[in-house]
Nanobody, 115 residues
């Protein structure tokens, strides 16, 4: 059974930085694509960034150039470095393993950016 545990969320001022982590259980981590999604109040969950098993990345236009996704297969962990944060980045951030349809989700971590 796969478990994903996010950490690193919190309250930060506009222009600040946060680094989210997602630790995964299981021995097949390196074979999975991983992603970060977010959901703001009253809005649908949306893709933030994704990283393939081979390390290829893609980002939503809203975070491109500000956020960086990375993975450490030795630690079964992915990261999301978030710089130049804006109030509109405020949301619950979720880690995903293996895609939105049949994949696994973490419990989420709250990121709040004050103006």
């Amino acid at each position: 059974q796969v478990q994903l545990v996010e950490s690193g969320g919190g309250l930060v001022q506009s222009g600040g930085s946060l680094r989210l982590s997602c630790a995964a259980s299981g021995r097949m981590f390196s074979f999975y694509s991983m992603g970060w999604y977010r959901q703001a109040p009253g809005k649908q969950r949306e893709l933030v960034a994704r990283i393939s098993s081979g390390g290829s990345t893609n980002y939503s236009d809203s975070v491109k150039g500000r956020f960086t996704i990375s993975r450490d297969n030795a630690k079964n962990t992915i990261y999301l470095q978030m710089n130049s944060l804006k109030p509109e980045d405020t949301a619950v951030y979720y880690c995903n393993m293996g895609g939105v349809v049949h994949g696994y989700w973490g419990q989420g971590t709250q990121v709040t950016v004050s103006s």
